[in-house]
């Protein structure tokens, strides 16, 4: 049964009540909030993913609430809660959405230590997936978010859930976070595109949401096979450039864009090399997306990518 | 009389080498970090996560390594070594 | 009164074979906020319960497992690094708590997170050992002054000092007690019966007999009962370890009385054995009931730590829990410290609370003065 068979007063009643169960990739939740923005958040995006009427084990009980007190009346704030514990300080009411893409992205970074967590997009055409790492204003996202409204079947916008052993990697297809002049370019990229509303003035500057396709969402239970891993880099006004990278530098870089490198340990950098040595590795220097988005086909189009 | 020094936990070492590169990846389990090494590092630390060694030790057998002079560049080069690995928990004196 | 789950599991373990999905969800709630997760694991592993575990909270128990493996190794690299910063001062460093557990080697550390690093150092060695630490990247974590001068006028430690690269705190202590507190365990008997395992170098751990009291002492007269039922399974599990060797019950009852620690056993040794089932002699029972008569054991106190050391999760707040904390919570400032000193240092802290909103005044006053329970990093 998906969010969607519920009518609106269902929906918002379990939100407001005992909770709204959603199934995300491989994790169960179960959302509270009374906040209408939120309300208005899941409703847009998480029609899709599917909900249960029975009880169950949820591996996240998440609920986010007004701050109290007198506060409430000054600058209202919001509360992320991990069932009773706060992890964050509080955020201003109408970053709530936001707060709670991050929340999520931190519950699952802080306990899903059955994969290897890599901080990276990855997508998927033809059942070969691409992994693309990413520091902030390395374009990951934006790049991620056109090959998404391309027909390309996203697993994640932020991480890949890698299995240690058989470098499988487990979707969790969520709103894809956009930021700042990203937002528009993604708006021109595409009609198709459907974006949340803003969030302005957060840490991380205006932020907003691109709604992932239903096939994503539908085919979250199906794991898909690293076939090229691709450092993005934006650069106003560069050519476009792919190259090879050393399998030395890449590793360093994956060690450190893993969230959970120090609690795989031996593990988790076995299974980061593995990963490396398994497919090629590429540096992608771009400025237009359309040129960008050509290379990654002739990525997938070329089963023989010089390893 | 000279310190001798040796790999904090030897067996918490883990190293990616690929033959085509020239730098080592190392990742220590115990401190958590990954770094990378070029090869008189590389070299340092694997000698001494085989036995305790003093700085002259080492540098007379990284000399012998790759063929070159102990000298007293190769020495500073090996002492240095030595003080960037102690401060990042590689490596531990003898405090005996 | 009905337990909760988590007390229940760890008593008897079996149950889990009979529960339902929305058992599991609250057990692992329960579990979580206990800090008992890696400790559950460990507990069904080794009665072979692993089959029984659904696949949904088989990770999460995995996962906490994992952590408390790395943070073991965690914790034995750091305390290299100590020995390291610290081993041309020539002195005893004898640790503590989790660290100690780690370093002796104890099943417990198995099934442990750790935050802290505990040290012991003999008293005229604490300025010369954080003159090191700071050469080390050590730096303490209560600026203010009057932080500052409160620490080193009433308590058994310094202010705890972070490292500035890898955030990792370290309490230093010359005593286990404040200097106020009206028990007066000597910190020379813990330094002189403090063990190496025939290791070599400076460093230390307490001996068996002095962990469990020390543990018993922190837990009843340290004011950190949020984490009490976690607290409460290291008495126990210690307890459980040590008991089967020849003459422990003797030698643990007559260290307490040396030590001046007779009332903190005795303490952990009835809730230990009224929460968690540990089998306490009876010639022990005797010898509690000889040392605390009538009264003062049973129905006040039962009552308080009975509430109080339930799991920190509203599925255990009974009427009464976080009263009762708070009850306990003054009651070990007062044994730590003469009521002149008490007032004027709780109103100081309430003042200083940066929290406002909706928790009760005592709450916020609690946890302002616990500042590492308010922040996760």
């Known amino acids: 049964m998906k969010v969607a068979d519920l009518s609106q007063r269902d929906m918002a009643g379990q939100l407001t009540g005992k909770g709204l169960p959603i199934q995300i990739g491989p994790f169960w939740i179960n959302l509270r909030s009374t906040i209408p923005d939120l309300l208005r958040h899941v409703a847009f995006f998480y029609s899709e993913y599917e909900t249960t009427e029975s009880a169950r084990f949820f591996d996240f009980h998440i609920t986010l609430k007004n701050a109290g007190g007198l506060r409430r009346w000054v600058k209202p704030q919001v509360h992320f809660l991990l069932d009773e514990y706060a992890p964050f300080k509080p955020l201003p009411y109408i970053h709530a959405f ?210 | 009389m000279e310190r001798r020094w040796f790999a904090n936990a030897p067996d918490q070492f883990c190293w990616s080498i690929w033959p085509d590169e020239e730098e080592a990846v190392l990742f220590h389990q115990g401190s958590g970090d990954t770094l990378m090494l070029n090869p008189l590092g590389e070299f340092l630390l694997k000698r001494l996560q085989l036995e305790r060694q003093t700085p002259s030790e080492l540098t007379r057998s990284a000399a012998d390594f790759f063929e070159i002079d102990a000298n007293s560049e190769l020495a500073d080069a090996v002492h240095l070594s030595l003080l960037t690995f102690r401060s990042l928990g590689l490596v531990i004196s003898d405090s005996l | 009164m009905v337990e909760p789950l988590i007390i229940q599991v760890l008593v008897s373990p079996d149950r889990i074979t009979r529960f339902s999905a929305a058992d599991w969800d609250l057990l692992m709630r329960q579990a979580k906020a206990a800090n008992l997760l890696a400790h559950l694991h460990r507990v069904l592993q080794e009665r072979g319960l692993g089959d029984a575990i659904p696949e949904g909270p088989a990770h999460h128990l995995r996962a906490a497992n994992l952590i408390t493996q790395r943070s073991v190794l965690a914790v034995r690299w750091e305390i290299s690094q100590l020995q390291e910063a610290l081993y041309s001062l020539a002195i005893p460093i004898v640790l503590l708590k989790g660290a100690a557990y780690v370093l002796a080697d104890l099943p417990i550390s198995r099934g442990r997170l750790f935050h802290d690093i505990d040290i012991l150092v003999p008293r005229s060695a604490v300025e010369d050992v954080e003159k090191r630490l700071l050469t080390w990247g050590w730096r303490t974590t209560h600026s203010s002054a009057y932080d500052q001068r409160y620490y080193r ?225």
């Not at chain 1, 205006?206 to 994503?216: F, G, N």
């Open chain 3, 153 to 377: 006028t009433w308590m058994h430690e310094i202010p705890p000092m972070r490292h500035i690269k890898r955030q990792t705190v370290l309490d230093i202590h010359h005593s286990i007690l404040p200097l106020t507190a009206r028990l007066k365990p000597d910190p020379q008997k813990l330094l002189a019966q403090a063990t190496n395992d025939g290791g070599q170098g400076d460093l230390y751990w307490l001996c068996d007999l002095d962990l469990i009291l020390h543990s018993a002492t922190h837990l009843f007269h340290d004011g950190e009962l949020e984490h009490g039922l976690r607290d409460l399974v290291d008495i126990a599990e210690l307890l459980r370890h040590f008991a089967g060797r020849a003459g422990f019950w003797p030698a643990l009852c007559d260290r307490a009385v040396e030590m001046d620690l007779v009332r903190p056993l005795i303490y952990g040794l009835r809730y230990v054995q009224l929460l968690l089932a540990v089998d306490i002699p009876e010639d022990v029972t005797l010898w509690m009931r000889d040392q605390l008569p009538g009264s003062l054991l049973g129905s006040t106190m039962d009552r308080l730590f009975l509430r109080a050391l339930r799991p920190d999760h509203a599925s255990c707040g009974m009427w009464g829990t976080g009263q009762a904390r708070w009850a306990l919570y003054v009651r070990s400032h007062y044994l730590r410290m003469p009521m002149k000193l008490l007032i004027p240092h709780l109103v100081r802290k309430a003042l200083t609370g940066e929290n406002e909103g909706e928790l009760p005044g005592e709450v916020q006053r609690f946890i302002a003065n616990n500042p590492r329970h308010r922040d996760p990093g």
């Open chain 1, 98 to 307: 936001a707060m709670f893409e991050w929340g999520l992205n931190w519950c699952i970074a802080t306990t899903a230590h059955r994969y290897l967590i890599i901080h990276a997009a990855v997508l998927e055409k033809a059942g070969r997936g691409i992994i693309m790492p990413g520091v902030p204003g390395s374009g990951k996202s934006t790049l991620c978010a056109a090959m998404a409204l391309r027909g390309w079947r996203l697993l994640s916008d932020e991480m890949v859930l890698l299995d240690p052993a058989t470098r499988a990697i487990t979707p969790v297809p969520r709103p894809v976070s956009l930021k700042n002049e990203s937002i528009g370019i993604i708006r021109d990229f595409s009609a198709m595109a459907e974006i949340g509303l803003a969030a302005k003035d957060t840490a991380k500057g205006t932020v907003a949401h691109l709604k992932p396709s239903a096939t994503s969402i539908r085919l979250a239970g199906v794991t898909s096979r690293p076939h090229a891993i691709v450092f993005p880099k934006f650069r106003a006004g560069s050519r476009t450039r792919l190259t090879e990278k050393a399998k030395n530098s890449a590793l360093l870089e994956i060690q450190e864009n893993a969230f959970n490198t120090h609690i795989l340990g031996k593990v988790g950098f076995e299974s980061a090399t593995s990963l490396i040595n398994s497919c090629p590795v590429f540096s992608l220097e771009y400025s237009q997306l359309e040129e960008a988005l050509p290379i990654m086909e002739r990525l997938i189009a070329d089963s023989e990518v010089p390893a």
